[in-house]
C-alpha cells in the first residue's frame, strides 16, 4: 500500500485539488519509523492510544479529526476560509511527520526540533517534482510549514538549547496547536479506524 493509503480518508477532505495532489505526493516521505513509533517516547505526554506501536498515526489522526469536528458549520471555528480549512488538515497530517528526526539516526526519543524538520522533506518533495505544482499551491504549502513549525504553541523552549521554535502569529496556527494538544491529551484515547 501506497504511504498515502493510510490517510485517504484525511487527504480526501482537502479540497484544493491541487493541495491534495502535493500532499498525496508528500505522504510518500513519510519516514519508516513514523508507522510504527509511539507518540511519545516516554509516554507521559500522550494517551495510551497514541503511546503504542503506531501510535503516530493514530495521534495524527486524532488531531485531524478533532480539527474538522471544531470547523463543521455553525461550530466556533468554522469560519476558517476553504484554503485555510487545507492548510489546517495538511499541517496536522504533517506536523509530526519527522517527529523522531533523521531515520538514519533510529532515535529512541524524540526529537525537540521536529517541527523545523519537516521543511527539508517537503523541500526534496518539490525538488522531485519540479514544475508539477503551481505558485498557488506553493504558497499553501509555504503557509503548511510555517504552521508546522509553530505547532508547539508555548512550549517553543528547544531542551538543552538557548534555540526557540518560532511563535503562532495567528489564529490558525493557534488552531492547529490547540487540535494537536487536544489530541495529545491523557484524558482523550482515540479509537478510530485507522
Not at 503516530?56 to 486524532?62: G, P, S
Not at 471544531?70 to 492548510?87: C, H, T, W
Request: with cysteine.
Amino acid at each position: 500500500m501506497k504511504r498515502s493509503g493510510v490517510f485517504s480518508k484525511e487527504l480526501k477532505l482537502i479540497v484544493n485539488q491541487g493541495f491534495r495532489a502535493f500532499c498525496t505526493d508528500l505522504c510518500e516521505y513519510f519516514p519508516d519509523y513514523f508507522f510504527v513509533k509511539p507518540a511519545s517516547s516516554t509516554g507521559k505526554y500522550h494517551p495510551d492510544s497514541s503511546n503504542v506501536r503506531g501510535g503516530l498515526v493514530n495521534h495524527t489522526k486524532a488531531a485531524v479529526w478533532i480539527a474538522v469536528h471544531r470547523m463543521v458549520p455553525g461550530a466556533l471555528y468554522s469560519k476558517f476560509s476553504s484554503e485555510n480549512q487545507d492548510i489546517i488538515i495538511a499541517s496536522l497530517i504533517f506536523h509530526d511527520m519527522v517527529k523522531y528526526g533523521n531515520p538514519r539516526a533510529n532515535a529512541e526519543y524524540t526529537d525537540g526540533r521536529h517541527p523545523l524538520l519537516v521543511r527539508a522533506y517537503v523541500e526534496s518533495c518539490i525538488e522531485k517534482n519540479t514544475g508539477k505544482y503551481s505558485s498557488e499551491v506553493l504558497d499553501m504549502v509555504e503557509k503548511m510549514l510555517v504552521t508546522i513549525e509553530c505547532h508547539h504553541g508555548n512550549w517553543r523552549n528547544l531542551y538543552g538549547s538557548d534555540e526557540k521554535l518560532p511563535e503562532m502569529q495567528n489564529s490558525l496556527h493557534r488552531f492547529v496547536h490547540e487540535c494537536d494538544y487536544l489530541s495529545s491529551c491523557k484524558l482523550f484515547n482515540f479509537t478510530g479506524n485507522r
